[in-house]
RNA sequence: GUGGUUGUAGCUCAGUUGGUUAGAGCGCCUGAUUGUGGUUCAGGAGGUCGUCGGUUCGAGACCGAUCUUCCACCCCA
């Protein structure tokens, strides 16, 4: 025998439940998808290299997976380059394929690859695995999904604003109340960045805010420090520390802040367009809120920064993120397209589905109804009527063997199916069938039409 | 990539300062019941204690390595 088989660090398998349990939530996102006009797209698992490397940051690359080469790829390699041992300048050499990071990357060269196709504004789904070489956690794994929708080719700040309701639309069709849709600018920070003296620290500066509620304040003016932020910089923050209050009052006291940056007011006039044109149209179940701390994500963003939180009741990280990337397309060599977009995690919305018994128990139905099987003569009976069955879309199947009774009943059970049905000698003689309610434990002798239209009503 | 944590039957977990043949509950299989599952009763199977190595007369327990789980960083869905 050999030992145990595994699989990968950070991977999981699926059992039926499971997988229909997903099914639920891709399915309501699709459709969510759909009827806002979005279209879908599929792209390689992999990509080249150069197509990734470089686009998500120093960290991003680290945890990039690599795709060596075939053949004798040690071969080629120049014995000084070989000897230095220095991985970042062997990995080029051995490695040129690469799992996608994300969906956005990829997407950007999709559209640089297919301009002359595509019909701007293109509007695009996807919903596909990516993999990232992290250390799992929980909710936090090797292999996800990520379903994107994202629009390329229009500036305009509808698009942000229906985003924000597509997202409302789909955790409210999932029945998931409590969800905070975070918004920022980037244009707000990179602003601050620069009335503080840190504009040409934005990164470091972000970074270092985004961490406000989870390190706390001091912290986070220490870290500012060690990156070199002058003090006085720092201090004129004082009032984004205390920054609370409703949208307005926030966007009041970030207006003193950036008065002297036309930049950082262009950022607060789009996110005041975006608020009143979501609070004329109103969310069922999400709420919009303004967080200036908030500046996770890729580098790429240039104008609305999304975060989706989960109910507070649950602890999770972001369950879906996204925004506005003015020059995406420019890595690719595709000038003056802009693009915006958004991103559900899969995998952590189910988790805290799961936690919150949100999955409707019809989910994880397998067949209504289980023939039993008394021997040859009653199984082809049986089929016949399973046909019938069938054609009129009930979910229908014979047990293949005659098997004992009580295996054939405890197979039922076990798999949940809500009916059975008995065809012996006798039905078979009179034409009938007995149907049994595996739930009630009723049972009734029926014809193929009331057999039917029994199973159907319920 | 850094620091910590976890692993015993299919599942959830006991297992004393290192000491005979490693246990429980649930689940599973068989029978009571040859055309009736879920309840009940009787019986049964199932573990090289994550893996490899070390210390010891003796290791599930101690030490090391490795894999895995979860957590905190980093970063992120």
């Not at 997407?107 to 990232?132: C, D, G, L």
Request: with cysteine; aromatic share 10%.
């Amino acid at each position: 025998m050999a030992q145990k088989p595994s699989i990968p660090k950070g991977t999981r398998d699926f059992n039926p439940e499971q997988v229909a349990k997903r099914h639920y939530i891709f399915n309501t996102i699709k459709q969510a998808f759909e009827t806002f006009g979005f279209q879908p797209i599929e792209t390689p698992s992999f990509e080249n290299s150069d197509t990734l490397m470089g686009k998500y940051g120093e960290e991003g690359d680290r945890l990039i997976f690599k795709i060596l080469n075939s053949g004798d790829f040690l071969g080629k390699i120049d014995e000084t380059i070989y000897s230095e041992k220095n991985s970042t300048k062997l990995t080029p050499k051995i490695s040129e394929k690469a799992l996608r990071y994300d969906l956005t990357v990829p997407f950007a060269r999709y559209v640089v690859q297919h301009q002359n196709e595509i019909e701007f504004p293109f509007k695009r789904y996807q919903i596909q695995p990516v993999w990232r070489a992290d250390r799992p956690q929980k909710g936090r794994f090797r292999e996800f999904y990520q379903c994107d929708a994202d629009v390329v080719g229009s500036d305009s700040l509808w698009q942000e604003v229906e985003f924000i309701q597509l997202y409302d639309t789909v955790f409210s069709a999932l029945k998931l109340e409590g969800v905070t849709i975070k918004i920022n600018n980037r244009k707000i920070l990179s602003g601050i960045a620069e009335v503080i003296g840190a504009g040409d620290k934005l990164i470091d500066f972000t970074v270092a805010l985004d961490k406000l509620d989870k390190i706390g304040e001091e912290n986070v003016k220490e870290e500012m420090l060690s990156k070199g932020i002058p003090q006085g910089g720092i201090d004129k923050l004082q009032p984004l520390f205390s920054l609370s209050g409703t949208f307005n009052e926030q966007v009041k006291t970030l207006k003193n802040i950036l008065a002297s940056s036309g930049e950082g007011i262009k950022g607060i006039e789009e996110l005041v367009f975006i608020d009143t044109a979501i609070n004329a149209l109103g969310l069922e179940t999400a709420v919009l809120e303004l967080d200036v701390t908030l500046a996770r994500g890729l580098n790429y963003y240039t104008g609305a920064i999304f975060e989706v939180a989960a109910p507070i009741t649950v602890a999770m990280g972001s369950i879906g993120g996204g925004g506005r990337y003015d020059d995406l397309t420019g890595i690719f060599g595709l000038k003056n397209v802009s693009g915006v977009g958004i991103s559900f995690g899969l995998d952590r919305i189910y988790l805290v589905l799961e936690s919150l018994g949100l999955f409707p128990e019809t989910v994880a139905k397998s067949v209504d109804a289980l023939f039993i099987n008394f021997g040859d003569a009653e199984a082809l009976f049986s089929l016949k009527a399973i046909k019938q069955l069938r054609a009129s879309g009930i979910h229908a199947e014979l047990y293949p063997d005659s098997a004992k009774m009580k295996k054939q009943m405890n197979h039922a059970n076990k798999r949940q199916i809500p009916f059975v049905i008995l065809v012996g000698a006798e039905e078979m003689q009179a034409n009938k069938f007995t149907l049994k309610n595996m739930v009630s434990g009723e049972q009734s002798t029926l014809d193929l039409d009331a057999l039917i239209n029994q199973i159907k009503k319920s």
